[in-house]
């Protein structure tokens, strides 16, 4: 059914079919990688270079006049990178296996989503069905790529004692198991750039013990608050006095949507009514929202990516549109940053439209539509 109406709604990870100049479908990622092999193995990354023009992108730019040393197509490298550090910091996976991820990802595809590979390879990590990975459509997606490599590893005895190929081969077992060495400098500047974009994370989640914990002094993630009932609003909670008055409009009304069922496909223009279209999905709930507000969105996540302009997540405020799953340039899923680290969701089928806190988001963009 999704299918059948992929303009409405938040629906599923359409492949990215990437095929880069020069390449035919029929090569072997690995022997594109090995023939395009760094020179200089990157031993000379300036960390603070990298982490400049991460931002950038990671902010909007357009890429033109983004350079980092190992990635030529940053726009689309870069927002790849970020998926896999925010799953790793989900999964609580400390920074040395979110390097280890990245590195291993540079070697097998580069950063790009490959609808080819070596054999039946796939994706991020060249992942193969015939070897149990997934589905095709499975592995091409970001997010389970990550989550799926991750699990792996994490099964690898003695992982965190590793060297980041000894733990890579582990997990990939290519044939090149000498390669990912290459990328480790590269993997180590992205890996603490993209992290420290996050709410609560200065360094990139966690220490090598895998506590990726971190203050209540810092950035609010909304676990002050504690466990949240589904359609409550949090004990305490109020908004924030100095939020942009269209925004305390569109976040009032959202809340006075809670706890009515999601409906995929939903206007959102009847929540409370007895017919299941007038309910709400995750991005009519934006459009119904901001409409009260006397502001026009687009009605998909997939545009709503592209409304107002890109902020760092470090620097949201009330309001402002965060996206999940996917990919930043095509994300699933959005909701309104509620200040105190709280969202506002219209969140899956069978599920209400609650208020979640942003430590469970894996934000993969901001947008401030006002």
Known sequence: MKALAAGIGAVFLSPLLIAGTGMTLAASAEAVQTTGSVSNCLTDIDAGKVADQVTKILDGASGEDVRVEGLDLPTEQIPHAQTIVATGISLDVPKKGQIIALATAMQESRLRNLNYG?????????????????????IRDPVYASERFYKALLAVDGWQQMTVTQAAQAVQKSGFPDAYAQWEPLATALQKAIAATFPGNSDGAGDETGD???????????????????????????????????????????????????????????????DPMGRCDCSSL????????????????????????????????????????????RPEHVGMYMGEGLVIEAPRTGKPVRITPLKDWDVLAARRVI
Not at 120 to 134: A, K, V
Not at 301 to 327: C, H, M, W
């Open 286 to 329: 934006m459009q119904q929202a901001y409409a009260k507000a006397g502001i026009q969105l687009t009605r998909t996540t997939y545009t709503q990516v592209n409304e107002g302009k890109a902020v760092s997540v470090k620097a949201l405020k009330p309001g402002d549109l965060i996206f999940s799953r996917g990919t930043a340039a």
């Open 212 to 274: 990726t914990s971190s203050s209540s002094c810092s950035t609010q993630d909304g676990s002050q608050y504690g466990p949240i009932p589904e359609g409550a609003v949090p004990k305490g909670y109020s908004i924030p006095k100095d939020a942009d008055p269209r925004a305390r409009t569109a976040i009032d009304w959202a809340m006075h949507q809670l706890g009515t069922m999601y409906q995929w496909g939903g206007s959102c223009t009847a929540a409370h009514g007895p």
């Open 118 to 138: 070596d054999r039946d390879s796939l994706g991020l990590f060249q992942q193969r069905p015939s070897q149990g990975w997934g589905t095709a459509q499975q």
